[in-house]
């Protein structure tokens, strides 16, 4: 679906170049920006690994454990029947943690980790079970204290004070997290009633 619309935009550029007499401006930008992508791309890379390399570190040293305990009344309210102690509630601590420092490329292999955890935890093969669904909301709803990966691209981008997002940053993200689960917790209770 995304390279429909990736070649969409790109027609559509081109038609729109030709149409307003600005195709050397179109082919200007596509040479000047792609090398622009590639730098960003450079830029943003080094920041993943430092605070993915920090999240390891976090995993290997035991400090997940203490994430584990301190996420544990929280996270056994929202995911109903889960093993605190297992695979799958460490995986989902440490993909909030990170989702909570604005590391969404870091927080994606624990997002994966977690839903194969879950998915033996709860033995569905078929359907997705609440707490995969829950956790999958969670995970894109990500409530975020420090967007660390936004604070960089303004900062890369010339931005005096990148973390001047802060305050909408958080109330956006917590109201949204809020909303989210509350609706996916009502369609279940409602799929249940009808079971």
Do not use: H, Q
Request: hydrophobic share 50%; charged share 15%.
């Amino acid at each position: 679906m995304l390279n429909y619309i990736f070649a969409i935009l790109i027609i559509s550029s081109l038609i729109s170049g030709i149409i307003s007499g600005n195709i050397g401006s179109v082919s200007e930008a596509v040479l000047t920006e792609s090398v622009s992508a590639i730098d960003l791309g450079i830029y943003m890379l080094g920041a993943m690994c430092v605070w993915g390399g920090v999240m390891r570190v976090a995993e290997k040293s035991g400090i997940t454990d203490i994430l584990s305990k301190f996420f544990s009344p929280f996270l056994k309210f929202v995911f109903k029947g889960i093993d605190t102690k297992g695979k799958a509630f460490s995986a989902i601590c440490m993909n909030i943690t990170a989702n909570l420092l604005g590391l969404g490329n870091a927080a994606t292999p624990f997002g994966i980790e977690a839903m194969k955890e879950l998915e033996k935890e709860d033995n569905c093969k078929e359907t997705a079970s609440i707490n995969m669904i829950i956790f999958a909301v969670i995970n894109t709803a990500s409530f975020t204290i420090i967007p660390t990966t936004v604070a960089a691209l303004r900062l890369k981008n010339g931005s005096e004070n990148p973390l001047e997002i802060l305050p909408a940053v958080i109330i956006t993200s917590a109201i949204t997290l809020i909303v989210s689960v509350t609706f996916a917790r009502i369609f279940d209770f409602k799929r249940r009633k009808k079971n």
